[in-house]
């Protein structure tokens, strides 16, 4: 498959979701309690789940009473996660890097390393304009991302998952700007082995805060992990950056 279309397949298979998120729905209501706790935000506001998946993390928000959008390239997502819907809680089918709705949430989450994908550095600045454009002035974005020098010291190249009747044969590797991931699935469902390619751009928090500040941006704080502990450069498992849009001049 052409490299820049690879999630949209591997987004929409079940195996994607059988060996990332078929887990205890308590891992996800951990963390949104622990971020809400940081965010302590008022009863009234609106949130934006960017790459929201089949919903997870917007369900639990939603569940304590905020109003909560979720938006996600994949349409087998969105359609499972549309099940769940309700009076404050909806889902949409959106590419990230098109404009969404504009100056409306007061917090736009971007979770579990969904960014980083697309074929070129221009794409993914413009999907962080789009979410930029999404939020209020002032508004608040989460960006939940791997730690590049935590990965690269610890990263296991070769690896065998069993997850029920499936086998996914997995094999890691990077680069001076990416990682890669080779997951080859073997299912009796499958008539042969199928074969994908994931590749993440290594993006530090200097070029976060570097493509943010260009979209009127400003990081504020940096976490090391689902806790809100500090960020420490070879440590911390991941790279949570909190940042708010500027009011206009």
Same mark, same amino acid.
């Given at each position: 498959?052409?490299?820049?279309?690879?999630?949209?397949?591997?987004?929409?298979?079940?195996?994607?979701?059988?060996?990332?998120?078929?887990?205890?729905?308590?891992?996800?209501?951990?963390?949104?309690?622990? &971020? %809400?706790? !940081? =965010? @302590?935000?008022?009863?009234?506001?609106?949130? $934006?789940?960017?790459?929201?998946? /089949?919903?997870?993390?917007?369900?639990?928000?939603?569940?304590?009473?905020?109003?909560?959008?979720?938006?996600?390239?994949?349409?087998?997502?969105?359609?499972?996660?549309?099940?769940?819907?309700?009076?404050?809680?909806?889902?949409?089918?959106?590419?990230?890097?098109?404009?969404?709705?504009?100056?409306?949430?007061?917090?736009?989450?971007?979770?579990?390393?969904?960014?980083?994908?697309?074929?070129?550095?221009?794409?993914?600045?413009?999907?962080?304009?789009?979410?930029?454009?999404?939020?209020?002035?002032?508004?608040?974005? &989460? %960006?939940? !991302? =791997? @730690?590049?020098?935590?990965?690269?010291?610890? $990263?296991?190249?070769?690896?065998? /998952?069993?997850?029920?009747?499936?086998?996914?044969?997995?094999?890691?590797?990077?680069?001076?700007?990416?990682?890669?991931?080779?997951?080859?699935?073997?299912?009796?469902?499958?008539?042969?082995?199928?074969?994908?390619?994931?590749?993440?751009?290594?993006?530090?928090?200097?070029?976060?805060?570097?493509?943010?500040?260009?979209?009127?941006?400003?990081?504020?704080?940096?976490?090391?992990?689902?806790?809100?502990?500090?960020?420490?450069?070879?440590?911390?498992?991941?790279?949570?950056?909190?940042?708010?849009?500027?009011?206009? &001049?």
């Amino acid at each position: 498959m052409a490299e820049r279309e690879w999630y949209k397949e591997w987004f929409n298979s079940p195996f994607y979701h059988k060996l990332y998120f078929e887990r205890d729905e308590t891992e996800a209501e951990d963390f949104i309690t622990n &971020l %809400l706790n !940081y =965010l @302590n935000p008022q009863p009234s506001c609106r949130f $934006l789940d960017v790459a929201c998946g /089949k919903g997870r993390h917007s369900k639990f928000l939603a569940s304590k009473g905020y109003d909560v959008n979720g938006i996600d390239i994949s349409i087998d997502s969105i359609n499972y996660a549309k099940k769940f819907e309700t009076d404050n809680l909806h889902f949409y089918v959106h590419d990230m890097r098109l404009l969404f709705w504009v100056n409306y949430f007061d917090y736009a989450l971007n979770l579990f390393t969904s960014f980083g994908y697309f074929a070129s550095r221009r794409e993914n600045e413009d999907a962080l304009r789009t979410i930029a454009a999404s939020l209020k002035p002032s508004g608040i974005l &989460l %960006l939940d !991302y =791997l @730690n590049v020098h935590y990965v690269e010291d610890r $990263l296991v190249h070769n690896e065998e /998952k069993r997850i029920d009747d499936t086998l996914y044969e997995i094999h890691r590797w990077h680069d001076e700007s990416h990682f890669f991931k080779k997951i080859i699935i073997t299912d009796p469902l499958l008539d042969q082995p199928q074969e994908y390619i994931e590749k993440v751009a290594k993006f530090s928090i200097g070029d976060f805060t570097e493509m943010l500040a260009f979209q009127n941006i400003q990081v504020k704080e940096v976490f090391g992990n689902y806790k809100f502990q500090s960020y420490d450069l070879k440590t911390s498992p991941r790279l949570v950056v909190v940042a708010q849009k500027n009011e206009p &001049l």
